[in-house]
């Protein structure tokens, strides 16, 4: 009888010891810090908790992500994440982290923006969809003061640098966290992906500049390269880039066809009278464009034009008299049609 009260004893200790380390590690858990200072993050619809964890890791706001997970799971929060926007600037710890992410959570609305769209086109989309005062976005897209305190250096607007993303913007207008928030996921990709930014000695804004020229030129993402080796190419030996789309920029209905005339106008981003790249951006380009601008294959090509009006495929040509000829087939085309 004393042997069973003695064992009854020893394991009701363990199972004490075994529960006080349980709640000692669900505790320590919860109490781990996690650097979030002044950082904005998204959940998407329907993302996991696996996928967050990762994402705060790859982002440098957790070291460990099975922590997260783990944390999660013991608060049976894993599945009532909610999605959205989210300022964690404030948040300590993995705890306060897990209960933010189930208590808040803005009103939101889906919006993507696709490669190579303007500012203004963005700004139609969202104005749409009454997500912004389309007089107070327009200003602070020219707003020194704004810019510069996004952290992207020294550019007169913000042409180029809002990122082409599927977002969930908060309902209320809120033009300064809807500029902030596509400004940090340009710099996600531009510091997160691999990237090597001293390539061809270009600064950050020259190549986000050609990578929008590129982006514009493109038919397809396959020639995305070999376009870039083009302008390369040209930028090398000191010859002007001359591509459509930086007259396109400049003339005030850019949906129609280019005459013979606009070739001619006085304007820095006009790439047929001034040499080099232009003042900034003509659009705002995708990773794609950005790593192909970085990464153009190696080739001697100083010309390409489209095959025909009906293809996005160009014909890429070393000699001008091999270009004439398939840019009069490409005119051929065109007249048919």
């Not at 809002?162 to 996600?188: G, N, S």
């Not at 500049?209 to 020639?223: F, R, W, Y």
């Not at 920029?249 to 001034?274: A, G, H, Q, V, W």
């Amino acid at each position: 009888m004393n042997s069973n009260i003695a064992n009854y004893r020893l394991l009701s200790f363990f199972v004490s010891i075994i529960f006080l380390s349980v709640i000692l590690m669900y505790f320590s858990i919860l109490k781990t810090p996690v650097s979030c200072k002044n950082c904005n993050f998204i959940i998407y619809k329907g993302e996991s908790a696996f996928n967050i964890a990762n994402r705060l890791d790859t982002l440098g706001f957790i070291e460990q992500p099975y922590v997260f997970n783990l944390a999660t799971k013991f608060l049976f929060m894993d599945k009532s994440i909610k999605p959205g926007h989210y300022n964690l600037s404030k948040i300590n710890n993995i705890g306060q982290l897990i209960n933010y992410f189930n208590t808040s959570g803005d009103n939101y609305k889906s919006i993507t923006i696709p490669e190579g769209w303007r500012m203004d086109q963005i700004a139609d989309r969202l104005e749409f969809y009454k997500l912004i005062n389309r007089q107070v976005f327009d200003s602070l897209c020219y707003d020194i003061n704004f810019i510069t305190s996004l952290g992207i250096g020294k550019i007169n607007n913000l042409e180029g640098y809002l990122f082409p993303e599927t977002y969930f913007f908060p309902i209320q207008k809120d033009e300064q966290k809807i500029l902030k928030m596509m400004i940090d996921e340009f710099k996600r990709n531009i510091n997160h992906k691999g990237l090597d930014l001293e390539k061809n000695n270009f600064s950050i804004h020259e190549i986000v500049t050609l990578a929008s020229i590129i982006q514009a030129e493109a038919g397809s993402e396959d020639e995305m390269s070999k376009i870039s080796s083009v302008f390369n190419n040209r930028l090398n030996k000191k010859w002007k880039l001359a591509a459509d789309p930086t007259v396109k920029y400049i003339i005030s209905n850019k949906d129609r066809m280019l005459y013979p005339k606009d070739f001619k106008i006085d304007n820095p981003y006009n790439t047929y009278e001034y040499k080099g790249l232009p003042p900034g951006p003509i659009n705002n380009p995708g990773f794609l464009a950005i790593n192909a601008t970085l990464n153009p294959d190696s080739t001697e090509y100083l010309y390409f034009v489209l095959k025909s009006i009906d293809s996005r495929e160009h014909i890429f040509n070393v000699n001008e008299r091999e270009h004439e000829k398939a840019r009069k087939k490409y005119l051929k085309s065109k007249n048919k049609k």
